[in-house]
């Protein structure tokens, strides 16, 4: 599964740039991407900000803050007006650019509905079981 989203390249350049505390502040804390509707939040800590996006795969992605600075930094050389970004598990894909780190993760809507029928499959299959054991 992945998160997917596009946003202004020029709005999201500015906004990084002072939403974002330096590495001294942050400490080791993760910048967690909500995508949904037609906004993207971006969360470190007691910070946020929202920017309008084009949301085409909704969801929640964590990237640790400092590969997202070394990210950002890359920003300035997309060409065009937006950027389409893909997060999925140890991966985060800008434009056709793709950084990868074993602690980026999501969490998406599909996945959670995916995880609570499996769950509830598994419980009426034990509790199948329970039944067919005490009778």
């Known amino acids: ?6 946003v202004n390249l020029i709005e999201s350049v500015s906004d990084e740039r002072h939403a974002l505390p330096d590495e001294s502040e942050a400490g080791d804390d993760s910048i967690v991407f909500s995508a949904s509707g037609n906004n993207l939040e971006i969360v470190l800590g007691r ?6 996006a084009a949301v085409v795969h909704p969801g929640k992605a ?6 997202f600075r070394g990210i950002a930094r890359s920003l300035q050389f997309h060409r065009g007006r937006a950027i389409a970004i893909v997060l999925s ?30 769950s509830v499959a598994s419980n009426q299959l034990c ?3 329970k039944n067919l054991g005490s009778d």
């Open 127 to 129: 509790g199948t079981k």
């Open 47 to 52: 910070t946020s900000e929202v920017l309008g």
């Open 62 to 67: 964590r990237v640790p803050h400092r590969v």
């Open 1 to 6: 599964m992945e998160v997917q989203f596009t």
């Open 89 to 118: 598990p140890t991966m985060m894909k800008i434009n056709r650019t793709e950084y990868r780190h074993p602690s980026i993760s999501i969490w998406s809507p599909a996945l959670e509905v995916k995880r609570l029928s499996t």
